[in-house]
């Protein structure tokens, strides 16, 4: 059973434009929701993450918006570009818990120039 | 700082065969955990070593995945038998503290069973 569920699963935009991207989870215990960029023959990377007492963190181009009674959460990628192409995982996890992520099953961005 | 390092980076080998990867993670990391990416699905969690303990072994598939963490140093991961659905790509990451995070991640080794 998916408890991470990622959209979408391919997304093209253009330069300059907004990407976004999906998660719904299920288990109300998760409390770490971090997102994680991947390129091609590399290990994912930790690019933001929020826990659910805020309901939006900002780094630079990059917003994490959390809507804990929707279960939901998502990446905004303002000004996007042809750099930001790579893949993105979102997960949950439990502090609680050993650690370990739950991971989406990944969004595949391609910024045209 | 080294990054988490695994190899080899690619493995192929014949479905019955024995395969062994490496992941020496970030020194004084006592957290190692072991994922793997099957084609286009979600990475999943194997499994978690303290230091030498096995924290949490839920995700291995089944008994033909042996890992270990000798010395709670560098770990191995062993599939043997290995078969066709095995392929996929194996991430080991390290971090400091649990629960909060700061995983990082080597680049994987991706295993193809023929």
């Known amino acids: 059973q998916q408890q991470v569920k990622q959209s979408p699963q391919s997304l093209i935009v253009q330069k300059g434009g907004i990407s976004i991207i999906n998660c719904a989870y299920e288990?109300?215990?998760?409390?770490?929701f971090p997102w994680y960029q991947q390129f091609p023959g590399k290990g994912p990377a930790l690019l933001i993450a929020?826990?659910?007492?805020?309901s939006e963190k900002k780094e630079g181009r990059f917003t994490i918006s959390f809507n804990k009674s929707a279960k939901q959460f998502s990446l905004h990628i303002m000004d996007s570009q042809p750099g930001d192409s790579a893949t993105y995982f979102c997960?949950?996890?439990?502090?609680?818990?050993?650690?370990?992520?739950?991971f989406g099953q990944g969004t595949t961005l391609q910024v045209k120039p | 700082e080294a990054g988490v390092t695994q190899f080899p980076s690619h493995s192929v080998i014949e479905k019955g065969q024995t395969v062994t990867l490496r992941c020496d993670p970030i020194?004084?990391?006592?957290?190692l955990y072991w994922y793997r990416r099957v084609m286009g699905k979600e990475i999943k969690f194997l499994l978690h070593?303290?230091?030498?303990?096995?924290?949490?072994e839920s995700g291995m598939p089944n008994n033909r995945f042996l890992a270990e963490r000798t010395g709670g140093t560098y770990s191995t991961l062993k599939v043997q038998p290995a078969e066709l659905e095995d392929s996929g790509v194996y991430f080991c990451?390290?971090?400091?503290?649990?629960?909060?995070?700061?995983?990082?991640f080597g680049s994987g080794t991706r295993l193809t069973v023929v």
């Open positions: 020194s004084g990391h006592d957290n």
């Open positions: 288990n109300t215990a998760f409390d770490y």
């Open positions: 070593f303290v230091k030498e303990s096995k924290q949490d």
């Open positions: 997960a949950a996890s439990k502090s609680s818990n050993t650690g370990k992520l739950i």
């Open positions: 929020i826990r659910p007492d805020v």
């Open positions: 990451a390290s971090s400091q503290e649990r629960g909060r995070g700061g995983y990082t």
